[in-house]
DNA sequence: GTCTATATACTGATAGAC
DNA sequence: GTCTATCAGTATATAGAC
């Protein structure tokens, strides 16, 4: 909401001292959280001292607040478009297969923002949490919007709650954020066997039907 | 590993001070996670002084550590006991919905140890939870060779990793703690919602083939 | 065993010079 | 805009009386 004068929207590269001081505390808040993240670990980062931070924020509440919104705003952003770019006709399954890839992705890649946000949710106050909720409510309801098409589409079960889908599928690829290392796994394997889990299951379907199971989501 | 003399195996409930002490603080360190909790607010929810903590443990990191260790083993020695009590010839998918209910049904019920685990996990300093790791990994090798159980007899792919699988599965289940509200939601019906998309996948098998998919794992 | 009192350190934040 | 100096609050942990 603040915005620095004369600044472009959605500034690609930091340029002035307070989008240096966001993203240094994006980068910091992802990898120690909220309460072990000081005003002074974020000023050395940035090359100020913490007093003149305050010159640009209020208080440590207000970066958290603005680095949770940023990085649920950027998912947000980045899951519609590549959503909208898709041809008009295109299966539910390959829809739903382009969301969670790109929900996945840009978790382990393009800046901090969104994994900060992962790990900020359940450790920031309260009453900023709270504040937080209405932008990440409306990522939850397109991704319910969107499994309500499947359901009409019948290509998932009509009896499933969407509400619930939704907080597993999204539950699945946030918890990587846990666990996932750049040097440990190959990120197109661990999304490729994320997607094929939650599309098609991890048991295989062991009739005579020639379905493909767990042998798909390898585009991309 | 400390333990307070004369006492049995794992009481079940907390008779001296020590084990009030440890309950509350896995309540505490469950709601309001590491940094936040204060050795004042375990002392008064335990009925004493902060500073009298300290003639039970040594820091405060001591306690997260003993209250992880805990939540790990608890959740491992239940889901191996209701593996170890079924069946000998019964099927993977019903060995896997098992393992997977007992896992997600504890970290709702029955203590708050397990739940306050995932939370801590990536709280706490990292040299708790690098002493921490070892009880870990014993759980998650035991989740991997019941996988590996799994690809001999064909029931899942043989191609997949095992330990990203793991990682996967658990982590579905380990989310749910962040959304998860017993008033809000029902715990069955979660639970069932969850495994069926673990085991069957999301989208429907809409060949002839009559396979019952995201209808099971209804039992318990 | 549990207490009171306190040491020590560091936190977020403010005041005001430059 | 960024600094130095500092306040007030609170944290973990210790010392020692009872």
Redesign the interface.
Known sequence: MTKSPSQPDTPTVATGTRERVLDVSARIFRSR????TTMNHIAKAAGIKSASIYYYFKSKDEIVEEVLNLGTQRMFKAVRQNIDNLAPGVS??DK?TVALRTHFTLLHTQGDYTAANI?L???APPPVVKRHMCVRRSYGLYWQAMLKEGQAE????D???VE??Q???L??L???V??YKPKL?DLN??AA??IS?????????????G?P???DAKDA
């Open positions: 959280g909220y309460a072990d539910f399954r739903l790990r949710f359940p450790e019948g290509a998932i079960a009896t499933l709650d619930i889908v907080l597993l599928l539950g699945t946030n918890w990587s846990q666990w796994y394997e661990v066997s994320g889990l939650l599309l098609d299951g991890l048991i295989q379907a062991d009739e005579i039907s379905n199971v767990s042998q």
